[in-house]
Each structure stands twice: as C-alpha cells, then as structure tokens.
C-alpha cells in the first residue's frame, strides 16, 4: 500500500481547481487561497518533480538547478542575469519599456526592441516622473503582425531577454521556437516571469500542458477569451498590493468587485479579447520548469533550462540556452 505524503504546495496547485468551486460556493474562496499560500510559505522550496513512478517519463528532462535567493529589486534580478551573459557578447532586449535590465558597456553590446518608439518612452518616462534620457534607443520596433525574428530582419543574437513579457504571448511555444532562430547555438535567453502564487493570478489556474500545445497548434494571435473571464473572475489582491514577497501578510480581496458586469460586457462583445493584454499564461517556478520538460520532450522546442531561480517575490528567473546542434 502507496504511504500517505503531505499536501505540498504544487500538489495543492494542482487540486485547485476541483476545490475552487466548492469553496466558491460556501463563500470560503479567500479562506482556500489563505490555506493555499501558508502551506507554500511552511513548506520546504523543492522543484516540482516528483518520484519517478508518479511523474511522466517527459518530467525526467527538468532542469538541473532550482536556484533560491530573496530578490526583491529589478536591478538585483537582472545582475543575476548579467551573470550568464558571455564577454565579449552581442544581445537583444524585449520590451525594456523605460528600465532596461542590460545596457552596452564592457564587451556587452545590447539592442532593443518594444512596442513604442523611443519618443513614446521618454514621453511616458517624463509623464511617471523618470529621467527621459534613461530610456535607451529603441532599435525595433514591435509589428505584432511579424514574427520578432522578421522585427529584427534575420539578425542573430548571443543573448536575448526580457522581464514580464512571456506571459502575455498567446503562442508562448511559437515565441520560444522563434527567440531561438534568434539565438546563436550555445545563446541564452534570459526571462523574468511572474510567480503566479505571489501575484494577482493567485486566484487562477495554472497553466497546463494541454492549453500550451493548444495554443501552438491552433496558432493563437490573440489572448482567448477565458483569459479575460479568469482575471476578472479569479485575479486577487493581498491587501493592498498586486504582487508581494512569501513573508508578506495580509487578507486576499477580489481585484474586480464588479467582476460580473466585466464578464457581461465580454459576452455582449466577444472580440474584445483581441484588444486585451492581460496574463495568458500562470506559472510557478516549478509548474513552469514541468510544462517545460514536458514540451520539450515532444521536441518543439530546441531550448534547455539552465537554472530557474525563484526570487521570492513576485516572481522568478529562467535561464535557457539554445542547443548545439550535433555536428
């Protein structure tokens, strides 16, 4: 007879959505997503893997270093990625928006590229009271209509990066297929992705392997409408805040109060989605180090994790590199 093991947190992700609706329904939501967190906080930090006879034969590819560290600043997060990029080394920047995580200097050379021009970002800079001069110059400009390889016009690159990006991608393994035509053999791409156990997607979800290959096959362009219906549904506030750390306090509150009139108004206009830019996609680091084994394993990707690094707070850091191909 199999022994009894503890409740860990991924197991508990994993129930989620058979208890949600019974907690749901006896007004005990927030009490759950309580008991959810504490349990998370208590328990030991251990990458999602299992024992060889529960996990599938895909989990056997995880990744060999799940890194822990208290991380709280983005200047902290991206020294760390600093530290897998080469020198000499040529890169390229997703959305730096108007804080990049890397600037040229030192045998580094970065290029950018983001969703506005660079007039666009020094007027948003000077709008939020930042210093316009810190935005760097953009050197591409996003055609969502394009691949981002097509954006950079087949230029190839040692590094890529980008912070808070990956989640809001309808076709997350097409992206990653692209980045790689991207990358030289040996290249990184480094991201930062929000832990969805300490964000507003606490609530939700998570991501699963099936909505990934869907996504891909289906070549979605736009986030799909359950999407929008779980963030206005599900998405929470601890207290006061929209992301917080593993020893911050407080009591989870619904994010949209008026969550049924938002769900109306996307049922009177469906294609609404087609405008919204919201999360896409919910991970942890170690649900998302598991979907990637996963998909992997089916070889429609070509990128291996060198490190996900948990920050405990907000979120965590993913270190991937592209494979040598054999010779």
């Known amino acids: ?42 328990s030991k930090p251990a990458p999602r893997t299992g024992s060889a006879e529960s ?20 200047r902290d997060k991206a020294a760390v990625l600093r530290q897998h990029i080469a020198n000499p080394s040529t890169g390229l920047e997703i959305s730096p928006n108007i804080n990049p995580l890397v600037v ?15 007039d666009q970002l020094r007027a948003q800079a000077a709008a939020k009271g930042r210093n316009p001069a810190a935005v760097p110059q953009i050197d591409y400009v ?6 981002i390889s097509e ?21 997350l393994v097409g992206h990653f297929r692209d980045i790689s035509r991207i990358l030289n053999e040996g290249g990184i791409y ?21 909505q990934l290959i869907e996504a891909f096959v289906d070549d979605w362009k736009y986030a799909p409408i359950s999407a929008m219906i779980d963030e206005f549904r599900s998405a929470v506030w601890l207290g006061d805040k929209n992301a917080w750390s593993v020893d911050d306090g407080g009591v989870f509150f619904p994010k949209y109060r008026n969550w049924r009139q938002l769900i109306t108004n996307v049922l009177r206009n469906p294609t609404s989605s087609k405008n919204w830019h919201g999360h896409v996609w919910r991970f942890t680091p170690e649900t998302f180090a598991q979907l ?3 998909i992997r394993s089916f070889g429609l990707i070509d990128l291996n994790i060198r490190s996900v690094i948990p920050t405990q707070h907000m979120d965590f850091l993913c270190v991937m590199e592209k494979v040598a191909s054999a010779k």
Request: glycine residues 8%; hydrophobic residues 40%.
């Open 142 to 147: 996003y055609d969502p209509q394009q691949l």
């Open 190 to 210: 480094g991201l930062i992705v929000p832990d969805m156990s300490l964000c507003f997607d606490a609530g939700k979800s998570p991501t699963t392997l099936g």
């Open 292 to 294: 990637w084994a996963e």
């Open 151 to 171: 954006c950079v016009g087949g230029r190839t690159f040692d590094f890529v990066l980008s912070s808070h990006v990956v989640e809001h991608i309808p076709n």
């Open 104 to 118: 040229s200097g030192g045998g580094v050379t970065v290029q950018y590229l983001d969703f506005c021009t660079t």
């Open 55 to 74: 996990r599938p034969a895909a989990a056997a590819a995880a990744p060999r270093t799940m890194i822990r560290s208290t991380l709280k600043t983005r």
């Open 1 to 42: 007879m199999s022994s009894i093991r503890p409740l860990t947190p991924p197991k508990l992700l994993r129930r989620l959505p058979a208890a949600r609706a019974y907690f749901r329904q006896h007004g005990l939501h927030m009490t759950l997503l309580r008991i959810a967190r504490e349990l998370r906080q208590g």
